[in-house]
T-cell receptor
Framework: QKEVEQDPGPLSVPEGAIVSLNCTYSNSAFQYFMWYRQYSRKGPELLMYTYSSGNKEDGRFTAQVDKSSKYISLFIRDSQPSDSATYLCAMSLFGNEKLTFGTGTRLTIIP | EAQVTQNPRYLITVTGKKLTVTCSQNMNHEYMSWYRQDPGLGLRQIYYSMNVEVTDKGDVPEGYKVSRKEKRNFPLILESPSPNQTSLYFC?????????????FGPGTRLLVL
């Protein structure tokens, strides 16, 4: 069993829809949770960063962490074609030193 | 412009022929790291460096070497490449290791070992 599980998709939704992306994990010691966005033929870029359980909002993006269920989510509101990318979850014990990544979910927003 | 650069971007080589992938950052970052990305396996860390002359193994270090003689450069060396090292490689850097520090990724190097 992988430490971090993420549905690879692909996921296609119409423009303007709310997108929900999720990861589950097995290591209860993870404390830091991140979402990266990766456009085709590019390196990942950090989108959201949260510590422990709770919600964090940044514009159209909301990250949720439920440590009791070992489940994290990223919500994208009013999705745009420019949001089409692969979304990777990542988590760590102590910050950014050693990240464990999910396999990524490929998202396409249909105009 | 703040960035992480990698060279080459694409490389085709043959089994056993030593190669080096360079990584350079212009942000005076202390922490640098190498990852490989494979379908169905995601990003996996190969090696990382906390500062000059300080390196340590990640999750998949076998078959790779690194060195950190200067703060800005962190080359990845494959002494004797094998086909199972065919992958997409990313270098990343951050100001330092710690909470809230963002890792900046390079554009990637696509390697094919025949």
């Amino acid at each position: 069993q992988k430490e971090v599980e993420q549905d690879p998709g692909p996921l296609s939704v119409p423009e303007g829809a709310i997108v929900s992306l999720n990861c589950t994990y097995s290591n209860s010691a993870f404390q830091y949770f991140m979402w990266y966005r990766q456009y085709s033929r590019k390196g990942p870029e950090l989108l959201m960063y949260t510590y422990s359980s709770g919600n964090k909002e940044d514009g159209r993006f909301t990250a949720q962490v439920d440590k009791s269920s070992k489940y994290i989510s990223l919500f994208i509101r009013d999705s745009q074609p420019s949001d089409s990318a692969t979304y990777l979850c990542a988590m760590s014990l102590f910050g950014n030193e050693k990240l464990t990544f999910g396999t990524g979910t490929r998202l396409t927003i249909i105009p | 412009e703040a960035q992480v650069t990698q060279n080459p971007r694409y490389l085709i080589t043959v089994t056993g022929k030593k190669l080096t992938v360079t990584c350079s950052q212009n942000m005076n970052h202390e922490y640098m790291s190498w990852y490989r990305q494979d379908p169905g396996l995601g990003l996996r860390q190969i090696y990382y460096s906390m500062n000059v002359e300080v390196t340590d193994k990640g999750d998949v270090p076998e078959g790779y070497k690194v060195s950190r003689k200067e703060k800005r450069n962190f080359p990845l060396i494959l002494e004797s490449p094998s086909p199972n090292q065919t992958s997409l490689y990313f270098c990343a850097s951050s100001y330092q290791v710690g909470v809230g520090e963002t890792q900046y990724f390079g554009p990637g190097t696509r390697l094919l070992v025949l």
